[in-house]
Each structure stands twice: as structure tokens, then as C-alpha cells.
């Protein structure tokens, strides 16, 4: 059996939503490790730019279509190598409860938070199986765990993520596959810096956001990296199904 879990040699690391926030620290941090770190996102102004400083690869990719994911993997497979880790990082949300979603809303967050991941696990696994080994760490939240008000579609879709980590698991450790989740809480990413900026009083927002965490302070999305490199790392070897929460102690009460 190959083992592609061990730091001796170089892997071949695609991420998702790579061009900014915790997908951008992701990659930082997989190429200050020495790994092959492949790219993903939908902004193709700022994802060749990113790539460029890291030497990495890059792909524009629409992680909602699966004609788009499978022709992108072959080419990934082709261009880079086989694919070792999988980071299904991409991600988005709908600031609205129930009645204030549209439908359009929940399935463009369902799309991009859940069934993104049915398309690149299923275009990455096959290979993965091939060898016997592989790595996948999907980005869920402590939304997944505990409710938000004015988050519905969001909350919905990462215990979504969660309870499908789990599932590939069930069905694929046997065969050498390790899946996870890292469940952050508020973390300053960009996505936060545009709910604040909109928001009727940003300072009051921004104090709530904090004080979601017992310690009063945002993560950094280097902080949720690092926890996405150690279970993909020799180190978590033993994690397999789980939801890791790094979250200031938010779910802590």
C-alpha cells in the first residue's frame, strides 16, 4: 500500500476557494511544508496573482458543476500528478433566516457549501482507491454544530458537510481514506469584513462577533490552516471522521 500520508516526500494538495481567506493561509501553509499545492477558485482576477506568489498551480473552477470538476481533475491529474489531499474549502453564505431566504439563495449555498464536495470527491476518490491512501479535509463551521439566527441556509449546509465527512469515512477508511472537518467559528475573513461593513452599526457587530468566543476574539485564517494541515499531516493519522472545532471556545457553553 502507498502511503501518501507521510511528510517524506512531496503531495500533491488541491484546495478549493484558494484565492483568499482560510483557503489562501491553506495553501501558504502546505507550500511552506514543501508540497505540490494545486489551486482552485472562481475568481479568475486574483487566483492566477495568489498562485503566482507561491508557485503553485491554479485552476479557475465553478466548484458547482461537475462537467467543469471532472474536466479540471484530469486535467490536475495530467498537468500536476494525482491528487493526494483534497481540501474542499469553498464556501459561501446568506445572511437571512427561513422566510428571508429565497430558494435561489438555499440552493446557490447548498451548491457551492455541499454538493461541490459530491463533484470533487467523486472526480478525487477513484484514484485515491487506486493507491490505497488519500487525504480529505472539508471546511464545515461550528454553524454546523449550534444555530445561528439569520444564517438558515448556511447552518443547514455545514451540518451537511459534517454528516458527509462521516459518511466517507464509514465507507472509504478501510480502503486507506482519511475525511475530516474543521469547524471554525468566527473567523476574519473576508466574508465577515463585508457583513460588518454593511451592517448598521459596525462596531456593535463586530464586538457581537467576538464575543462569540469565550476569549473575545476573532480566529485568523492562518489559525484554521494550521488545523486543516495537521489532518492532513503524519500527525492525524488517528483522526478519521471527526469534526475538529477550533472556535475560542464557542461551543465550549
Known amino acids: 500500500m502507498t502511503d501518501t500520508n507521510t511528510a517524506a516526500t512531496s503531495r500533491v494538495v488541491a484546495i478549493t476557494g484558494a484565492a483568499s481567506g482560510i483557503g489562501l493561509a491553506a495553501a ?10 494545486v489551486m482552485l477558485d472562481v475568481d479568475a482576477a486574483r487566483l492566477p496573482k495568489e498562485a503566482a506568489t507561491l508557485g503553485a498551480a491554479s485552476y479557475v473552477l465553478d466548484v458547482r458543476s461537475g462537467e467543469s470538476v471532472n474536466a479540471t481533475f484530469a486535467r490536475i491529474a495530467s498537468e500536476v500528478g494525482p491528487i493526494d489531499v483534497l ?3 469553498a464556501g459561501i453564505g446568506v445572511a437571512a433566516d427561513l422566510l428571508s431566504s429565497s430558494w435561489e439563495d438555499w440552493q446557490r449555498t447548498f451548491d457551492v457549501n455541499v454538493h ?7 472526480a478525487a476518490l477513484p484514484s485515491m482507491l487506486e493507491r490505497g491512501a488519500g487525504i480529505i479535509v472539508n471546511t464545515a463551521s461550528v454553524a454546523g454544530l449550534v444555530g445561528i439566527r439569520d444564517r438558515s441556509a448556511y447552518c443547514t449546509s455545514k451540518s451537511a458537510v459534517i454528516g458527509f465527512t462521516r459518511a466517507l469515512t464509514a465507507d472509504y477508511a478501510h480502503r486507506g481514506i482519511r475525511a475530516n472537518a474543521v469547524c471554525p467559528g468566527t473567523v476574519a475573513t473576508e466574508w465577515i469584513g463585508k457583513i460588518l461593513a454593511t451592517a448598521e452599526d459596525p462596531a456593535a457587530k463586530r464586538l457581537s462577533m467576538e464575543q462569540r468566543q469565550l476569549d473575545g476574539q476573532m480566529g485568523s485564517p492562518q489559525e484554521v490552516a494550521a ?3 495537521f489532518l492532513a499531516s503524519p500527525d492525524g493519522r488517528f483522526a478519521n471522521g471527526s469534526a475538529m472545532v477550533i472556535d475560542g471556545g464557542w461551543t465550549a457553553m
Open 87 to 89: 481540501v474542499n474549502n
Open 28 to 37: 501558504q501553509r502546505f507550500a511552506a511544508a514543501g508540497d505540490t499545492v
Open 116 to 122: 461541490s464536495m459530491f463533484h470533487t470527491c467523486r
Open 227 to 229: 488545523a486543516i494541515f
